[in-house]
């Protein structure tokens, strides 16, 4: 079973792949640069503001792991502290 973790980066993506690890296949999906998951999860770059990056991120997940997902994990999270409107 493959599940999907959105902001698999940060502190609560990289303990979520560390615990499903051995049950599950893992995918972690990120901003490109983020820190990479461990070794247990493919990593596939994405930007959660572009429509065309997601589409592309998800083709990659399809092509590689097929058309069928247990659960998406989403943890993605943008954040501006400048006070401006975005």
Do not use: M
């Not at 079973?1 to 599950?24: E, H, M």
């Not at 999860?41 to 083709?59: C, F, M």
């Amino acid at each position: 079973k493959v599940v999907l973790v959105a902001g698999s980066s940060g502190y609560l993506g990289g303990a979520i792949i560390r615990r499903l690890a051995d049950r599950y296949t893992l995918v972690g999906l990120d901003r490109p640069g983020g820190k990479a998951p461990r070794e247990c999860a493919r990593q596939i770059e994405l930007d959660l503001g572009s429509d065309k990056s997601v589409r592309d991120a998800l083709e990659k997940v399809r092509g590689e792991f097929g058309g069928r997902i247990a659960s998406v994990v989403h943890l993605a999270a943008y954040y501006d502290i400048s006070g401006d409107p975005n």
